[in-house]
């Protein structure tokens, strides 16, 4: 089997995800640089890759002015930095794994995209839910017919409470104009996987949703600007900073957050979550942030042949995703994280459909996803056939549009026809 090998430009918790792959797979998959502007990150890829001095980058573009030295590179850079070093390396000749979203804007999506085009190297977007066992079981029973024609959908996108205060109030993606909306930030993995289990392009776009909770209006009497300086309300709110990062440290999604809020890719310490929390954005009051992003929005699709989807995206639950989609011939009941269940016309009788298995387990990130999509993307350089959850670049272009033509929706409350919408780009 040929070893893969790849640069990684942000080496922050997504990054590090997928570059964790080599350490695990070393046959397979090396590492051979990596670019972070953290020191403590680069730090740690340099232990865990073996990586020499020459290899390792406190700024990407000292990277990208190398020769060309790997088979693919992995942007995980912030959102607002894909687009420089994505035309940078696909001139370059890399192949990419390209973070979610693509880039921040239309335009800036469309011209990574020809870019790529033009030069003639593939560049698979990291829509994740592609490649997990839930999603590709779904697309299998509606590629084989049982459902019969796709009528109708309701898809349920849960954020949780505590990922959109960590996330999208206080965190990286709080303020639209610093990073993304928040449809396309969390959910432009939703647009794409309709997209891609509907089998059709998506015609009309229509959204409402607002920030309503997350704001100043909201926030308590007396309440400080930081959790730990003594808030009235801190036994009963449920954002407590440090009831968040230390008090719950012992769950699974809380060690990956306190690794986010310190900068420390292992295990952080107690010591270090308070001295974040203390002075840093994450141990603000969650009523008193510079975030804009909503915290809750639908948004209504049409598809060519005629199906309606209604996505909902919350902040206000305890997280995961839902779906329920009805056919001519029957109908199936799914969350991520539980069974799936169809219901037959023909037999008037439910069942629960096993789930294809890509081996790598609900457990490994965005179930089981980022495991996937990096077997999908080493096989897919090697030459083999890829799996039907590998994408062109281009679907995904048409499916960012999606996101971006519904927050255009729901900020001028227009309907918008989405071929119209690419075509004044």
């Not at 390792?56 to 420089?84: C, G, R, S």
């Not at 890829?386 to 994408?391: A, D, F």
């Not at 281009?394 to 255009?408: C, K, V």
Request: charged fraction near 25%; charge should be negative.
């Amino acid at each position: 089997m040929k070893k893969i090998t790849a640069v990684v430009l942000g080496y922050g918790q997504r990054g590090s995800t997928y570059a964790r792959y080599a350490v695990d797979n070393p046959d397979e998959f090396q590492v051979v640089a990596v670019a972070d502007a953290t020191a403590a990150k680069r730090a740690t890829a340099k232990q865990l890759h073996n990586l020499s001095d020459d290899r390792v980058f406190a700024n990407w573009k000292d990277l990208a002015a190398q020769p060309k030295m790997a088979d693919f590179a992995i942007i995980a850079t912030q959102d607002n930095m894909h687009y420089e070093p994505a035309l940078a390396l696909i001139e370059k000749g890399y192949n990419l794994l390209l973070e979610k979203p693509m880039a921040v804007t239309p335009k800036e999506c469309k011209d990574i995209t020809e870019a790529a085009e033009k030069k003639g190297v593939k560049v698979v977007v990291c829509h994740v839910l592609r490649f997990t066992d839930f999603w590709r079981t779904i697309k299998r029973v509606i590629d084989e017919g049982q459902l019969g024609k796709i009528m109708s959908i309701v898809h349920l996108e849960n954020v949780g409470n505590i990922h959109q205060s960590h996330s999208f109030v206080r965190g990286n993606w709080r303020n639209s104009k610093e990073a993304t909306p928040m449809i396309l930030a969390k959910s432009c993995h939703d647009m794409d996987i309709l997209q891609w289990i509907i089998g059709k392009n998506c015609t009309k776009v229509q959204s409402f949703g607002d920030l309503t909770y997350f704001n100043h209006k909201n926030r308590p009497e007396g309440a400080p600007d930081y959790c730990v300086q003594g808030c009235p309300v801190a036994d009963t709110c449920h954002y407590n900073a440090k009831n968040i990062y230390i008090d719950m440290k012992d769950n699974a999604f809380i060690k990956i957050l306190r690794g986010v809020i310190t900068g420390i890719v292992e295990e952080a310490t107690d010591e270090a979550v308070m001295k974040a929390i203390t002075t840093g954005p994450y141990g603000r009051c969650v009523f008193n942030c510079d975030n804009n992003v909503v915290d809750h929005q639908v948004v209504n699709l049409e598809f060519e042949g005629g199906c309606t989807v209604s996505f909902t995206m919350n902040a206000f639950n305890e997280g995961g995703r839902f779906i329920r989609i009805f056919g001519t011939k029957g109908e199936l009941v799914g969350s991520m994280h539980g069974d799936i269940q169809l219901f037959s016309f023909d037999t008037k009788e439910w069942k629960t459909v096993e789930k294809d298995s890509n081996g790598a387990g609900i457990e490994s990130g965005h179930g089981g996803g980022d495991t996937g999509i990096m077997r999908d993307i080493l096989s897919l350089l090697r030459g083999e056939e890829p799996s039907n959850s590998v994408c062109e670049v281009r679907t995904s272009y048409m499916n960012h549009l999606i996101a971006f033509a519904a927050e255009q929706s729901r900020l001028d409350g227009t309907v918008i026809q989405l071929q119209d919408y690419s075509d004044a780009l």
